[in-house]
């Protein structure tokens, strides 16, 4: 059975950075592509950033171009979400979407909190 596990989170002031990562695992599949998305309390899971694996074709979302980048898809079906000069509203939990044969597998997320 597939399993998608976050991890990275933590509590940091606003500017400073952290990597999350997103590990894959019970599949003989490679990950295809991969997405990370947010949900903060009360609020709508929104899109932050994705990677076709096949092409390397990046998107993001508007409120974080320029400060969070989303790497490649290694072999062993990890990838990584970069943020840099966090802020307060980047509070949330991150949630990874890793497409296996056609579907995405989620996994429970990791919790960022950015505060003073």
């Known amino acids: 059975q597939v399993q998608v596990v976050e991890s990275g989170g933590g509590l940091v002031q606003p500017g400073e950075s952290l990597r999350l990562s997103c590990a894959a695992s019970?599949?003989?599949?490679?990950?295809?592509?991969m997405a990370w998305y947010r949900q903060a309390p009360g609020n709508r899971r929104e899109f932050v950033a994705a990677i076709v694996g096949s092409t390397g074709a990046l998107s993001y979302a508007d409120s974080v171009k320029g400060r969070f980048t989303i790497s490649s898809i290694a072999a062993n079906n990890t990838g990584y979400l970069t943020m840099n000069n966090l802020k307060p509203e980047d509070t949330a939990v991150y949630l990874c979407?890793?497409?296996?044969?056609?579907?995405?597998?989620w996994g429970q997320g990791t919790q960022v909190t950015v505060s003073s």
């Open positions: 019970g599949s003989t599949l490679r990950v295809s592509n």
């Open positions: 979407a890793a497409e296996l044969d056609y579907r995405n597998c």
